[in-house]
């Protein structure tokens, strides 16, 4: 009983059935925030067509008969691409009938696709929309195997059709999580991620002949598909790593494998090898807020890392992987903007305001193969636009108003209504928990 009552509290505001069409607008005035690390354009203007960004900047002309938004001098944005997280796929980390995240018990790993499993009713989904979250990068997690499957990219618009990019990307456990997935110990990981690479490689040779070895198989054949494309690079591989010689292990992986396309998740001591990341030209999705040494592999955590690495050259976006990142996605543009306040701290390393906000909209699409497609404002990508009430690195700014493939969002969120709710209680008109 107490486990539907919370399921039922949970339940998040209603979505419209189907898919909005894409939509048209061109938004004035506005404080221009391209988004890939250039400056903010103050009097710009972004042109909308068909739920696609044609034109931003400044003097863009504006086509006859489209609805035009006055920013009134605002911020305006690209929507935040939450660089990692789970959302959609876990509701109450406790219950396991609402956590899709991993499965312990199945015989599958890099075949899990989390697509199926993306629920557009999460309560999740309003809430960080409303906080200017448009797309989000959604990993499944390892369970039994250093393999943990194919991620995918969601939009938040409130219909029920989440997933814009299904299977965008395999993940993968290395460092202490890998270790133990692997038998114990980091070199049965790498040994578990050669077999497979290597598995996989000569299924693809074969042209898909799958070589049967029964229950004695370390790959099933739906694992060998799924990592075909990995093997070929057409598909990128986002490891978690946090330690600084688990990267350089991965760096010389890629070296007899140049074709992989690896994205570091984590990388809590990457500024301590940065130069070595940035040679073999991997991006990281870093947690902007491992400044502490948690574990074995983070002693030399440092809320200097991402300035540090992108100083040295590294491309890095933020990410919130072992921080709630089920439901606390909007956290990002807090700690984008804690970089900000960073880089004025003697002996410290931060980022500028535009790449920090890059790190939350550009780069993270950069990292799996989709800056083609969101993240910035740039013609072509997917019209996200979000109007911001002041700036939005600032703890305290809210969002005017969303946009997701050029269709306005609702902004409303069950909070509202708990807030509506309990603000003022009547007399007699109190839920029976709270009679005496």
């Not at 195997?145 to 409130?158: E, K, R, T, Y």
Request: hydrophobic share 45%; net charge negative.
């Amino acid at each position: 009983m107490k486990r539907l009552i919370l399921l039922a509290a949970a339940a998040p505001i209603a979505l419209a059935s189907v898919p909005a069409a894409a939509q048209s607008v061109a938004i004035t005035n506005a404080r221009l925030v391209i988004g890939d690390g250039s400056a903010p354009i103050d009097g710009g203007t972004v042109v909308v067509k068909d739920g696609k960004i044609v034109a931003a900047g400044k003097s863009v002309p504006i086509p006859s008969g489209i609805e035009t938004v006055d920013a009134g001098g605002r911020f305006v944005t690209p929507g935040i691409v939450a660089g990692f997280t789970r959302m959609g796929i876990v509701e109450v980390d406790g219950v396991d009938q609402t956590n899709d995240a991993g499965a312990n018990g199945s015989p599958f790993h890099a075949s899990i696709d989390v697509a199926p499993a993306v629920n557009p009713l999460t309560s999740s989904i309003p809430l960080n929309r409303a906080e200017g979250i448009t797309r989000a990068i959604v990993a499944p997690e390892a369970r039994g195997s250093i393999w943990a499957g194919m991620g995918a990219v969601i939009d938040l618009g409130a219909d029920r059709k989440s997933v814009s990019t299904p299977r965008a990307f395999q993940f993968m456990e290395y460092g202490e999580g890998g270790a133990g997935a692997a038998g114990g110990s980091r070199p049965a990981a790498i040994a578990m991620f050669r077999n497979a690479l290597y598995e996989a490689r000569d299924f693809a040779k074969r042209g898909g002949v799958y070589a049967d070895q029964g229950k004695d198989a370390l790959l099933t054949r739906a694992d060998a598909v799924a990592l075909e494309p990995v093997v070929n690079g057409r598909m990128p591989l986002l490891v978690h790593v946090e330690r600084a010689s688990d990267m350089l292990a991965l760096i010389d992986i890629k070296k007899e494998m140049p074709q992989l396309r690896f994205v570091f998740v984590g990388a809590s001591e990457g500024w301590t090898v940065a130069r070595e990341i940035a040679a073999a030209r991997i991006p990281v999705i870093a947690s902007a807020l491992n400044d502490l040494p948690e574990s074995f592999e983070a002693l030399a955590a440092t809320e200097s890392n991402i300035g540090r690495m992108t100083a040295a050259g590294v491309t890095v976006g933020i990410g919130t992987i072992n921080d709630n990142e089920a439901r606390q996605a909007r956290l990002e543009k807090q700690y984008a903007g804690n970089l900000v306040a960073l880089a004025k701290v003697p002996g410290a390393a931060g980022l500028s305001w535009d790449a920090a906000f890059a790190a939350i909209s550009s780069i993270p699409a950069e990292a799996i193969g989709l800056a083609g497609e969101i993240g910035s404002l740039r013609p072509g990508r997917d019209g996200d636009v979000v109007i911001w009430e002041g700036d939005p690195l600032e703890l305290g700014t809210a969002t005017h108003a969303v946009y997701i493939d050029g269709v306005r969002q609702p902004l409303h969120t069950r909070q509202d209504e708990l807030f509506k709710r309990y603000a003022s209680p009547q007399e007699g008109a109190l839920p029976k928990a709270y009679e005496r």
